[in-house]
């Protein structure tokens, strides 16, 4: 990440979100859902005032797949809206029916998103395929191009401060958001090629590039889509972070050893379970108080709800 993204986002972090500590990991359910709104809103603002910009300059030349690329922008504004709605229901706290929070809304707003992109994909690649056949003609624009051209370099910089943003709150939504603000960068950056062509009489590359963007962002809705179901699903965590808790619980005294350890992800919130051994002849009082140590120690490191269960270390060669 650029040095220019990080001072930019540590600078509306300070205005916006008032948070003097710029933590590189934000794990506290209040502030998380401040981080996300400042995402939604900068995106919103951004890609209304692009979309606009583009409708018309689309209008004006005729060309499909600037008009695509305007779809593209608009539709950035909706998914910013269920970002916003996402953060919103994910950080309402636990219920009888819902123990766990409602953490994994997040991974919802994300298949959303990619619901959504496919959706607008797959109708502006009919409309694009429907003019590459007719070869209808579009007006080129150098100014036009140069416009494009800009936008795709704003598209960027929105694309990394969601990265950024997305990152420090480990969410997977913004991360969404981000790839969503990159293809539309990348979408530009094909209309304002395809735009310079129409100048020169060549139509059907507007069709074509209206046929590459919608390839683009239909191969970033499945993208998302992925990632969001598999992580709604459950995923395997990583190695070096199960090694992480297992180092932190070996640190307390009288854990001999650690193993079946298990992480349940649920958004901004994390259940995690672990079996410590220790000696046989520890009293259940000692044994206790060592799991109740362990705990600590891992929440206190993970801001996560920790369960462990003790077994003698005799039990360790029975396995």
């Known amino acids: 990440m650029s040095d ?8 509306m972090i300070k205005k916006f979100v008032k948070d003097p500590t710029l933590d590189r990991k934000v794990t506290d359910p209040t502030l998380r859902k401040k981080y996300a709104y400042l995402e939604a809103w900068v995106s919103i603002v951004g890609n209304f005032v692009l979309a606009l910009i583009k409708v018309l300059l689309g209008l004006m030349l005729n060309s499909i797949s600037l008009l695509a690329d305007a779809a593209h ?91 950024e943003l997305g990152t420090r709150t480990d969410s997977s939504a913004l991360i969404a958001d981000a790839w969503h603000h990159r293809t539309d960068g990348i979408a530009s950056i094909l209309v304002a090629v395809a735009i310079v062509a129409s100048q ?58 650690v193993h079946k350890i298990n992480i349940y992800n649920y958004g901004s919130y994390e259940e995690i379970c672990l079996h410590v051994q220790v000696e046989d002849d520890f009293s259940l009082v000692k044994a206790h108080d060592i799991s109740e140590e362990v705990e600590r120690v891992i929440e206190e490191k993970t801001n996560s709800r920790v369960t462990v269960h003790v077994e003698p270390l005799s039990d360790l060669a029975k396995q």
């Open 4 to 11: 220019f993204t990080i001072k930019t986002v540590d600078f």
């Open 73 to 163: 922008t608009a539709s950035d504004v909706l998914t910013s809206v269920v970002v916003l709605l996402g953060f919103k229901i994910s950080s309402s706290p636990a219920d009888k029916k819902h123990p766990y929070g409602h953490g994994r809304v997040e991974f919802i707003a994300s298949l959303i998103i990619s619901v959504m992109l496919l959706f607008i994909g797959i109708e502006f690649g009919k409309s694009s395929y429907t003019r590459l056949t007719a070869n209808v003609a579009v007006k080129g624009s150098y100014v036009v191009a140069l416009i494009m051209v800009l936008g795709a370099l704003l598209k960027e910089w929105m694309a990394r401060f969601s990265v």
């Open 200 to 257: 020169f009489g060549y139509y059907r590359v507007d069709a074509i590039f209206g046929l590459l963007v919608s390839a683009l962002i239909i191969y970033t809705g499945i993208s998302i889509a992925i990632d969001s179901t598999s992580k709604l699903i459950g995923e395997v965590p990583e190695d070096e972070v199960l090694k992480d808790i297992e180092n932190t619980a070996l640190q307390v005294a009288g854990v001999s050893g």
